[in-house]
């Protein structure tokens, strides 16, 4: 019993050892291989791989993919009209050499992400200094984007190399500080109104003038219609003269006693119509005192 303990002791043992010795390299990462502090081996390739067992070697791993330093702040930044502006902005970088990052960086990507921002945004206030707010909205944000990437640059290939590539540097969002933004926004509102408070004018000028139009336009057609309409009625007025003065001169006598029956019916149009005359003596009666309807011839 004692001997097969051992021999399972003794095969723990050795895969233990044999375990401790075989390390796995992913194709994301480098492995860099320490022997007592000191970096012995940078493995590049994916794959699996043999060191001593501790203490005599370990593996320490580094992300080999392309990272993003996103802006971790908004303090303000002075332009070169001394404007307060806020910007976002991020940078996308890698390590393409691990021994220069350990050795000048740091262990792991924190540490280089720590300093990279703070050369990235010491790069930033240096070229907004340069610029103006209309320089820093417009095209030539490419320009300082160029630039800010380019300073970067310099400092990480300088005479201590971090080991450590910058592909990209953005700006994700330009904005004046907070007070000055809601002042900004005031005086937009202002505008606005203004501009629509002047549409307003104008609009209601051209309607009153539009109605004015309209209203003129009315009273001619109106006039020019009267006037039509009074010169036909004249027309027919002298066309019905003539016919009632043709007709009337082939008998006179008829003519008058037509011309006493109209005479009647406008004086009694109304039942409440009342004329106190006498009918013996008023010439006014004279149709009705012949049974003919003529005048009756005097004596």
């Excluded at 991020?90 to 703070?118: C, F, H, M, T």
């Excluded at 201590?160 to 700006?171: E, M």
């Excluded at 008058?256 to 109304?270: G, H, P, T, V």
């Amino acid at each position: 019993m004692n001997r097969i303990g051992l021999w399972i002791s003794t095969l723990l043992l050795g895969f233990v050892l044999i375990s401790s010795t075989v390390f796995v390299v992913d194709q994301r990462q480098f492995g860099v291989v320490y022997a007592l502090g000191q970096i012995k081996e940078v493995i590049t390739e994916p794959g699996l791989h043999f060191k001593l067992p501790p203490p005599l070697q370990n593996v320490n791993y580094i992300d080999k993919r392309l990272l993003t330093l996103d802006s971790p702040d908004n303090e303000p930044m002075l332009t070169a009209e001394k404007q307060r502006v806020v910007i976002d902005w991020y940078v996308r970088w890698r390590i393409v050499d691990p021994q220069a990052y350990i050795r000048n960086v740091g262990l792991d990507e924190k540490a280089g992400v720590s300093q990279l921002n703070r050369v990235v945004r010491n790069a930033f206030q240096e070229e907004i200094n340069k610029r103006t707010v209309k320089e820093l909205l417009s095209l030539k944000r490419e320009e300082l984007m160029d630039d800010v990437k380019s300073a970067v640059l310099l400092v990480v290939k300088g005479s201590k190399p971090w080991g450590v590539d910058v592909v990209d540097v953005r700006i994700t969002r330009a904005d004046y500080v907070d007070t000055i933004t809601e002042s900004v926004y005031r005086r937009m509102e202002a505008e606005r109104k203004r501009v629509a408070n002047e549409l307003r004018s104008t609009g209601g000028a051209e309607g009153e003038k539009i109605r004015a139009d309209a209203d003129r336009q009315r009273e001619v057609t109106v006039a020019n219609a009267y006037r039509e309409a009074q010169k036909i009625k004249g027309q027919g007025d002298a066309q019905a003269a003539r016919l009632y003065a043709d007709a009337f001169g082939r008998d006179p006598q008829f003519a008058q006693f037509y011309r006493s029956l109209e005479a009647y019916k406008s004086s009694f149009n109304s039942k409440g119509d009342v004329m106190v005359l006498d009918p013996a003596s008023s010439e006014f009666f004279k149709g009705m005192r012949s049974s003919s309807g003529t005048t009756p011839a005097k004596k």
